[in-house]
């Protein structure tokens, strides 16, 4: 194993009477909570760009951190970043990883160059994955660095451009079935406008259907059995991103017919940028049958971008794992800390609390969503709630029966509804406090 990290071991769980900061104090993994392991709800998986590849740099300075890992920038940096990459993965207990094909290695002179140093890095990759036994969550294309994705990838106003990220999309799907990846993640950095004085939407949004159409369609010939997924995002780096949020999304999807082969990468801050909660957009996957996975993090409510920070919010993680267990758990996916630690946070060890501290939230999270689940209250009060369809002109309405005729007569006979109840919102939100203090 390679020692990047020599000042760190292994992070295990010490339990929440535990001072040492490199330790777990909730995310014991093998702890059984709602039927399962921690480890088996979450799939916890580091995100190769942040972790591997973000030094911190942004519009206003250089980067703070030290991601060299002893080489210059080279083919053989990539390959320290592989052995880099599963040491974290060791030394945190953390069973999967996350990738865009030009995380993992650098760009050649050529497309045929560039994909030649992709095989020698993935053949890295794939040699430690045989001997720790970590997975591929899913894998993607990075469609928005280069320059030439300036004006987007498959809604690019050029052919040359749309048939470059073709390629590069099969390519990085090839390495994602080879990899073992049950997910493969299509996130719209550029895919959006900045006006429309120079923009035809429908046509662009038709050229990205027929370029996941294609992918689609070659994946399933080369084997590919897991879930491609849309990540949503309102804005950054575009003005207006057509994937805006879980709705626009599903619009599409649907429009399409790539419903079968479709489901959602929900992402905290994008929900946040959108003018949602995080949970809205779970649950709106959720309730359609769309939740594929799950990148969280979390934003600064007082900043309007993409801050990608670790979470620690118990409240924002319990309503994430309360719509999670709703779901059954998640199909193919899993939990990625699409997160960085902040500009100012650049020690190793800094890495390594960032993790803990979004694992601790999350295993807590999960432990609150059970205690909801099984107290029941809360979950009984919407039931209630509902409860005038269930029987009467309700139940008339939701099997179909009653018509408008049936519903005037109905009111008319009424005269006056008298049947409202309080939502009792204070109340509930006082439920939950108590309900997490116990
Ligand atoms: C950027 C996105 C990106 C995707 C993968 O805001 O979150 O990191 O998850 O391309
Ligand atoms: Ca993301
Ligand atoms: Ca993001």
Redesign the pocket.
């Known amino acids: 194993m390679a020692n990047y990290f020599k000042n760190i071991s292994k992070i295990v769980y010490e339990g929440s009477k535990s001072d040492n900061p490199l330790s777990y104090k909730y995310y014991n993994p093998e702890e059984v909570v709602a039927g399962k392991t921690m480890r088996e709800h979450f799939k916890f998986a580091l995100s190769y760009w942040h972790t591997l590849c973000a030094t911190g740099v942004d519009m206003f300075g250089e980067g703070t951190a030290d991601k060299s890992f002893g080489t210059a920038d080279s083919v053989d940096h990539a390959k320290h970043k592989v052995h880099a990459c599963f040491e974290l993965l060791d030394k945190m207990g953390i069973d999967y990883f996350c990738f865009h094909d030009r995380d993992i290695a650098p760009e050649g002179a050529n497309l045929a160059e560039t994909n030649k140093i992709l095989d020698v890095i993935v053949s890295e990759i794939e040699g430690a994955m045989k001997t720790s036994g970590k997975k591929l969550l899913w894998g993607t294309a990075n469609l928005f660095s280069n320059k030439r994705f300036v004006h987007g990838a498959g809604t690019a106003p050029n052919a040359d451009v749309f048939a470059y990220a073709a390629a590069q999309i099969k390519k990085a799907l090839e390495i994602t079935v080879s990899l073992g990846g049950t997910g493969y993640t299509f996130w719209g950095g550029r895919e959006g406008y900045e006006t429309l004085l120079n923009t035809r939407m429908g046509f662009e949004l038709d050229n990205m259907a027929r370029l996941m159409q294609m992918v689609v369609e070659y994946g399933r010939k080369i084997g590919f059995t897991g879930d491609f997924y849309i990540e949503p ?1 309102p804005k950054e780096p575009m003005k207006h991103q057509y994937d805006f949020d879980a709705a626009t999304t599903h619009a599409f999807l649907q429009k399409y017919g790539l419903m079968n082969d479709f489901k959602l990468n929900i ?1 905290a ?2 929900a946040t940028l959108a003018g949602h909660s995080f949970q809205h957009e779970l649950a709106y996957c959720r309730e359609n049958g769309l939740l594929g996975s799950i ?1 969280a ?1 979390t934003g600064d409510l007082l900043l309007g971008w ?1 801050t ?1 920070q670790f979470p620690t919010s118990i409240y924002e993680a319990a309503f994430c794992m309360l719509e999670v267990l709703k779901n059954g758990g998640f199909g193919t996916g899993g939990l990625n800390f ?1 997160a960085k630690a902040r500009r100012g946070s650049f020690d190793q060890e800094d890495i390594f609390l960032s993790y803990i501290s979004g694992m601790d939230a999350y295993a807590l999270g999960l432990k609150i969503a059970d205690k909801i689940m099984q107290d029941g209250r809360i979950d009984k009060f919407v039931t209630d709630r509902y409860a005038s369809y269930q029987t009467g002109i309700g139940a008339d309405i939701v099997s179909g029966k009653a018509k408008l005729e049936e519903l005037e007569k109905y009111a008319l006979e009424m005269g006056e509804v008298t049947t409202n109840t309080s939502g009792r919102q204070e109340y509930l939100e006082s439920l939950l406090n108590q309900i997490i203090i116990g």
């Open positions: 995002k992402e801050n994008h990148d993090n993409d990608d699409d």
